[in-house]
């Protein structure tokens, strides 16, 4: 994927997240957001996701506009695959109907395709004992990999996390992330925003600092680990891997 | 002893032991009886004490005028029900509008009604306003205008419920790809129901009621009809014990489906 931010800025009331910011990201499979908390980086996601819309300046990705009506971004949306930080799960929905109900409303499937298609998620997620039981009755971990499902279910070319292991314990961030290394390994783009720097470390090809309303560093994940060019970023890495 | 007591007559808290299975299968509709049974020996109690002679007699030979009476409730609350519902759904989207022109309007309705005595409501309503535009059936004009009155009460129990569903759901939602219509049937409107049936049904049950003031228009329903029976008869208890048991006809069977749709739309969140 390629991404390209032209000015870009998101304002909630007078408070401005995302000051004009701009880079051109070059191909990459990977794309790690980081940066200290409230640094704007969940705005940055949903806009990219098509959630959100921008005052002012543009976003390509892959070479193309993304919009910025609320009718045209359905379309955009529906071919991106987004997992957020507190399993957004419907409540009233079994985990198979989860997976199942997009595949059907959003994405032309009939009732028994769906279906099926959901069963054989869960089955490769290894949840199929757990595909009749709703939310309420799933463990963090068991919710955040149907959440998975649920966004790779339409086979995206681009998958969007946002911080999807914070609330998880350690076995349970494994597994997630475990799952997520397998969908970048079958070739699906990821755009990920994380605290877990040593996962980003390994699967990200690319990273953006993103602190202060700034994108403050984008480089590639070698040289952003190895050797940080600004101080920030520097003391945001020796922060996170005290401990 | 104690614990047979206990086991019969107690709920266990979250971190006492569960109880037999009998126990926790049987108790629920033990105690219901015998309640049952308690209130209906103090109100035999009662009425015997108060009143030496009863006669039925008389008001059997009234039975048609409670029959059609009957009916009349009936077919008032099952009207009012439907469009009172349609109304406040509406009256309800309107207030989440964020057209403010509209956004004011159903505000004014629903504070303006909801301060108003119905009794008030109906007179105006029903000599003022619907004669002004030709409507002159007193069934028609006064199921609607207890429809337009009950229909602010019910706006706010539908706005309560839909603002009940979280911001979180309706960006899953929009991340999924559903569009605006698919997201209020498939998330919106099956979260907010769930939220909102306690309440609505709390809310018939004082509208079929409430359709007893009606009378005061003339409308002949349950409730002034068993009124003619009691000063035709001289027999007041004969007359108003029916017309209790004939609310309770229509109120309980409402509650009943209420509870057995809010436990089919049972989740954890
Ligand atoms: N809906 C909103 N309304 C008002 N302010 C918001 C809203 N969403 C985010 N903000 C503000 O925007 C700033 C950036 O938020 P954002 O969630 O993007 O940060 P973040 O980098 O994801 O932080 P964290 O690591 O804590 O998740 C914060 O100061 C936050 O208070
Ligand atoms: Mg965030």
């Known amino acids: ?243 | 002893m104690k614990r047979l007591l206990r086991e019969w007559f107690w709920i266990p808290a979250p971190h006492e032991p569960e109880r037999g299975r009998v126990a926790r299968q049987w108790s629920g509709p033990l105690n219901l009886v015998l309640a049952a049974a308690l209130t209906g020996i103090f109100l035999v109690w009662a009425l015997q004490t108060s009143i030496a002679n009863w006669d039925w007699a008389a008001v059997w030979e009234y039975r048609a005028l409670f029959v059609s009476g009957w009916l009349m409730t009936l077919a008032i609350s099952a009207s009012t029900l439907a469009v009172s519902t349609f109304l406040g759904t509406g009256l309800a989207i309107l207030r989440r509008s964020r057209f403010l022109p509209a956004l004011g309007l159903a505000k004014l309705y629903v504070e303006v009604v909801r301060g108003t005595p119905l009794l008030v409501i109906l007179l105006v309503g029903f000599y003022g306003v619907a004669n002004a535009v030709g409507l002159h059936d007193r069934y028609i004009a006064g199921s609607l205008i207890l429809s337009f009155f009950s229909a602010a009460y019910i706006s706010e129990i539908i706005r309560g419920g839909l603002e009940s569903v979280g911001a979180t759901q309706l960006e899953s939602a929009r991340a999924a790809g559903f569009t605006r219509w698919q997201t209020f049937r498939y998330v919106t409107l099956p979260l907010a129901t769930r939220n909102i049936l306690p309440a609505l049904t709390g809310q018939f049950a004082l509208l079929i009621k409430d359709s007893s003031l009606l009378s005061v228009i003339s409308v002949s329903e349950f409730t002034m009809n068993a009124q003619q029976v009691a000063s035709r008869t001289f027999g007041t208890l004969e007359s108003y014990l029916p017309l209790a048991a004939g609310y309770l006809l229509i109120t309980l069977p409402i509650s009943a489906a209420a509870r057995t749709l809010e436990r089919a739309l049972q989740y954890e969140s």
């Open chain 1, 1 to 243: 994927m390629t991404l390209e931010f032209n000015r870009l800025t998101k304002r909630f009331g007078e408070h401005v997240v995302l000051d004009a910011i701009s880079a051109q990201i070059p191909s990459c499979s990977a794309l790690a957001l980081l940066g200290p908390s409230g640094g704007g980086k969940s705005t940055l996601l949903r806009i990219i996701a098509g959630l959100l819309i921008s005052e002012k300046g543009s976003l390509c990705l892959n070479g193309i506009l993304v919009p910025n009506r609320e009718g045209e971004l359905l379309h955009y949306r529906r071919a991106i695959g987004t997992v957020f930080q507190a399993f957004n799960l419907f409540p009233h929905l079994t985990a198979l109907e989860n997976i199942a109900l997009p595949l059907r409303l959003a994405h032309g499937m009939s009732k028994v395709e769906a279906q099926a298609a959901a069963f054989a998620l869960l089955e490769r997620f290894r949840l199929t004992e757990h595909a009749h039981k709703k939310p309420g009755a799933l463990s963090g971990g068991q919710k955040q990999r149907v959440a998975i499902a649920r966004a790779a279910s339409a086979k995206p070319k681009l998958l969007l996390f946002d911080e999807p292991t914070s609330a998880l314990d350690p076995e349970m961030t494994a597994e997630v992330l475990d799952l997520i290394g397998e969908l970048r390994a079958e070739g699906r783009d990821i755009i990920i925003v994380t605290h877990e720097v040593g996962f980003a470390r390994s699967v990200a090809d690319r990273v953006i600092f993103l602190a202060d309303r700034k994108i403050m560093e984008s480089s590639t994940a070698e040289r952003f680990f190895s050797a940080p060019q600004t101080a920030e970023a520097a003391a945001f890495l020796e922060r996170i891997l005290k401990y």
